[in-house]
Every structure is written in C-alpha cells, then in structure tokens.
C-alpha cells in the first residue's frame, strides 16, 4: 500500500503510524471541546427525573447594564406561569451596575424565579456551564444579555420541547 502526500510516497507503516496520530489529536480535541460535568449534577444528567418540569433561562452577562433591564423585562411579561420557568444570570468578567439593575428588579417585581451568580472569567461559554450546573428544569434556554424574546417564546418553547430534541428558534 502506497500513497502520495504533498509529492511524498508513504509506505504502509507510515500511513499507519499518520492515522494514529490523527485519531489521538481527535480525542485531545474532543476533550478540549466537550464540557466537563461535575460530579454535583452527573446523576440529575443521568436521571432528568430530578429536575423540574419546566425550562431554566441561562444568561451570561458581560456589562450589560445598559441592555439587561429589556431582556429581563421580556421575561417577566411571559405568557408561561412563573412556576414553570427559573432565569439564572451569570456575571461574568468585570463587574458593573448589572448587578445592583438585577437586583433591583427582582425586589421590585417580587419575584422568586431569578438566581443572579457570579463568574470571574469573562467568558460567556464558561458562563453558559454555570448556567447549566446550576439548572433545575428538564430543559434549558439559552439567551444573550442584549436578547428579548416575545411574551409567549418560553410557552411555546416548552410545548415544542421533549426529551433528545433541540427546539431552534429565531429571536
């Protein structure tokens, strides 16, 4: 067995010996790439019996203090019952007045379905696996700081939602 690679015959044990690398870079970025589960919620993954009808909200925020009060607006004027949904927001980074706006908004609007956590990474991909860490539903949203989503999204989400299936929707 023989074969060109850029002008260069390989032999048969060359060939073999490139494909072993290959396959061993494969899984050194498979394990770069793939989220790390903890072991706090491997069983809830294995068993979604544990989790909540319902669907959690995850928003990372990097100062978005001048963009969070339209997202969170939009999730208060859900069609879904508050009993069905959590919105966990993840700070991320550097910290600004998104807090103290968050928090303000949860006293003033008496609501017990928001969780506000705080990452030192500026990283919304990190962020997001907080989020998912810390999710109690069976299923899961994710939206963007500066997003606002229509005042039925999460009811019709959550009625298009089963298990093994991706709902994708635009906003």
């Not at 790439?33 to 294995?46: A, C, S």
């Given at each position: 067995l023989r074969s060109f690679q850029g002008g260069n015959v390989l032999n048969k044990q060359?060939?073999?010996t490139r494909l072993e690398e290959i396959q061993l870079l494969?899984?050194?970025?498979?394990?770069?790439?793939?989220?790390?589960?903890?072991?706090?919620?491997?069983?809830?993954?294995?068993?979604?019996?544990n989790f909540k009808h319902g669907i959690s909200v995850i928003i990372p925020t990097y100062k978005g203090e001048k963009v969070i009060k339209k997202c969170l607006d939009s999730l208060y004027n859900q069609t879904l019952k508050k009993e069905l949904f959590d919105?966990?927001?993840i700070i991320n980074g550097e910290k600004d007045s998104t807090e103290s706006i968050v928090?303000?908004?949860?006293?003033?609007?008496?609501?017990?379905?928001?969780?506000l956590l705080y990452s030192s990474k500026a990283s919304a991909s990190s962020s997001r696996?907080?989020?998912?860490?810390n999710a109690e539903r069976e299923y899961t949203v994710f939206l963007?700081?500066?997003?606002?989503?229509?005042?039925?999204?999460?009811?019709?989400?959550?009625?298009?939602?089963?298990?093994?299936?991706?709902?994708v929707a635009q906003i």
């Open positions: 060359e060939i073999l494969k899984k050194k970025i498979k394990v770069m790439v793939t989220p790390t589960i903890t072991p706090k919620n491997y069983e809830k993954l294995q068993n979604n019996q919105v966990i927001i928090n303000d908004f949860i006293k003033k609007n008496q609501l017990q379905n928001i969780r696996n907080i989020g998912i860490q963007d700081d500066d997003d606002y989503v229509s005042s039925n999204f999460l009811e019709e989400m959550l009625t298009l939602a089963q298990p093994d299936t991706s709902v």
